[in-house]
DNA sequence: CAGTTTTTTGACCAGTTGGAAAAATGTTAG
DNA sequence: CTAACATTTTTCCAACTGGTCAAAAAACTG
């Protein structure tokens, strides 16, 4: 009943259109912001005029909305993966390392997620409120029961998501601070090795458990 | 000669309606990125006309000019306060301290400068691989000098200022998501002294010295 | 191929935006 | 008080922006 008349069978061209205006308008939208994108240079991102575009996507928000959906949906992946079942460590090690590939894979994603958190995540409150809180006091119990087992050092569990999510993220977000800093010698992926490295020591070390460190492991 | 005629004297009103303009454009660029931002909002918030505001600022770009410019000054102080003669842990504990204290009470400005990152840093591009640059490769040497010492554990020194970075400013930057997920009990300040409390868990521990983590420290 | 439907285009519009000009009003030093 | 200068307001504009609409062009269907 959603679309009134007997649903249009969605033909071969409007699926292809669909994708190059998606595909365009990440590269916009992630480089300029919602407000800072205009339909033209998306449009002309995807080798179409406006009106032809809007033909596609009736508005400018519709396209966002798109995006902004389909993307959570991968984004949160890493952090669904978490295993209740497995070593605390090797887990947090492992989500780490995928967020971390994220940022590298997919950073245009990151950066529009972060444009729309910026500007008070007007577009997607229920969201951050509703899903996105639910899983993670979903894992911190689970952090928080590796912790209470000994197997982990006891810290604010949410927080520590936060610290994942920022270390992690900062080199989609930044890059350019990252690159200019670290200079053009390591404009390579190098430099994502060298986070890992870090951030393996950081989180790995700064969060075994203290009986542990003797070669001890809790139950 | 800058100026062409004998530098005018630069009035009391000038330095008053100066002073309100840019607290008023903080707040709108800071929300709204630059693109997002528009004059008219500015001129509204700091209780003037467009072209009054106009009248002092030439243009849109001079006044996030001038933001930026008076911004990168403070921000950069606390990394600068890092003391080549301190202890190491208690430095980086120090900076830490002082960077969450700055997303604390700075988070406009924290998200201005996340905003112009964010977009590829087109107005401080330059800013970005000089002063800044130059800053933490200076800071990079002591903190590997502390590293060669023993008194620290050996990690990539830029890396390890870009994960302060991230996890202090996470704090100004994604201020909405942080509240989202912890919920609106702990809309208070609180979040930040636990955030303290987690990243000193995970730097402190996460970057002491091997040796030291038995009670002998290097020399 | 003729008819139907889908896709594309070109012209257009109303609202917004950055900014200019000039006139009107305030302020202040002498 | 008044001339000189500083500030503010009014009016205006051209470019840009999101979006509409009808007609033309393709694409598909029987």
Redesign the pocket.
């Known amino acids: 009943m959603a679309k009134g008349k007997t649903a249009?069978?969605v033909?071969?061209?409007?699926r292809e259109?669909r994708e190059q205006i998606l595909e365009a308008a990440l590269d916009v939208f992630s480089a300029n912001g919602f407000?800072g994108?205009?339909?033209?240079?998306i449009a002309e991102a995807a080798g179409?005029?406006?009106?032809?575009l809007?033909?596609?996507f009736?508005?400018?928000?519709d396209i966002h909305k798109a995006l902004i959906g389909r993307l959570l949906d991968t984004w949160l992946d890493p952090l669904r993966a978490i295993d209740p079942n497995g070593d605390p460590l090797s887990e947090i090690r492992a989500y780490i390392r995928r967020k971390l590939e994220m940022a590298r894979d997919y950073p245009r994603e990151s950066r529009l997620f972060a444009n729309e958190i910026l500007q008070g995540a007007p577009r997607i409150m229920d969201l951050l409120e509703g899903e996105l809180k639910d899983l993670v006091d979903e894992k911190s119990v689970i952090l928080r029961r590796w912790m209470d087992q000994g197997r982990l050092a006891r810290v604010d569990p949410r927080h520590l998501i936060f610290a994942i999510w920022a270390t992690t993220q900062h080199y989609a977000d930044f890059d350019v601070q990252v690159r200019a800093v670290l200079g053009p010698d390591f404009s390579g992926e190098g430099r994502f090795d060298d986070a890992a490295r870090l951030l393996d020591q950081l989180f790995l070390t700064g969060l075994a458990p203290k009986n542990a460190r003797h070669g001890e492991l809790a139950k």
């Open positions: 249009r069978p033909t071969r061209i409007q259109k407000r994108a205009t339909i033209d240079q179409m005029s406006k009106p032809n809007l033909y596609y009736g508005r400018k928000d």
